[in-house]
């Protein structure tokens, strides 16, 4: 694998389920994101981990729960969550000493039913 | 805080014409960067190009150029030659001032291209 993986691509679940999207950078970064692309807003930085300490939470909901172990996973884990929350959840990294790039994954296409 | 303005919400192009897709900014920061990607059906986002607010040239990638123009607080995406392959969303990013922990980008609404053949 190479670059910023994602999984699952797709993801339809229920207002009362409980599930966990993953995101995993061979990149060698430190630095990885968590960003919100809904249908009507521009894309929406929601969460900054850097060396696996959370650095930015951009007023997100809690039943949006962020984890990252190491520098190169990323989760994101949902439960409870709304109709409004059906999205396009993109992962990013980045070299935190390099400002000139930040790379993303295919995303998740989230529907929340 | 910080904007991305782009007014265009869809554009055409013959193919093999050049296209600019407009992208103004707005910051009080004097050091920030900016970042165009292209995002095709499928979703992911490609970086494309940056430009560096104390770069002196206009930054280039193969058949992409950015037209920045400082004190309009402009940053134009240039294609040239576009091909059908061109066809997708184009987001314009600002870089706020360079922090500790990485980069945390601001995103305009897009543009959608077309190009025809």
């Known amino acids: 694998e190479t670059g910023v993986t994602q999984t699952p691509r797709h993801l339809v679940m229920g207002m009362t389920n409980k599930k966990s999207l993953k995101c995993e950078q061979h990149?060698?970064?430190?630095?990885m994101y968590w960003y919100k692309q809904s249908a009507k807003k521009p894309l929406e930085l929601m969460f900054v981990y850097n060396f696996k300490e959370q650095t930015e939470n951009n007023s997100v909901p809690s039943r949006f729960s962020p984890e990252c172990p190491n520098s190169s996973h990323l989760f994101l884990h949902l439960h409870t969550l709304q109709p409004e929350d059906s999205a396009l959840y993109l992962c990013?990294?980045?070299?935190?000493?390099?400002?000139?790039?930040?790379?993303f994954g295919p995303g998740t296409r989230l529907t929340v039913t | 805080a910080q904007k991305i303005t782009q007014t265009q919400p869809g554009m055409f192009v013959q193919e093999k014409e050049a296209v600019t897709l407009d992208c103004t900014y707005d910051t009080s920061d004097q050091s920030y960067g900016l970042f165009w990607y292209k995002q095709p059906s499928s979703g992911e986002m490609i970086f494309l190009i940056y430009?560096?607010?104390?770069?002196?040239q206009n930054a280039t990638e193969g058949r992409y150029s950015l037209n920045f123009q400082k004190a309009r607080k402009s940053a134009n995406l240039v294609i040239s030659a576009s091909q059908l392959g061109d066809s997708a969303m184009y987001f314009c990013?600002?870089?706020?001032?360079?922090?500790?922990?990485?980069?945390?980008?601001?995103f305009g609404a897009g543009t959608i291209l077309r190009v025809k053949s």
């Open positions: 990013a990294s980045s070299q935190v000493s390099n400002p000139y790039e930040q790379y």
């Open positions: 990149l060698g970064h430190n630095a």
């Open positions: 990013a600002m870089r706020e001032a360079l922090m500790e922990y990485g980069n945390k980008l601001v």
């Open positions: 430009q560096g607010s104390y770069d002196e």
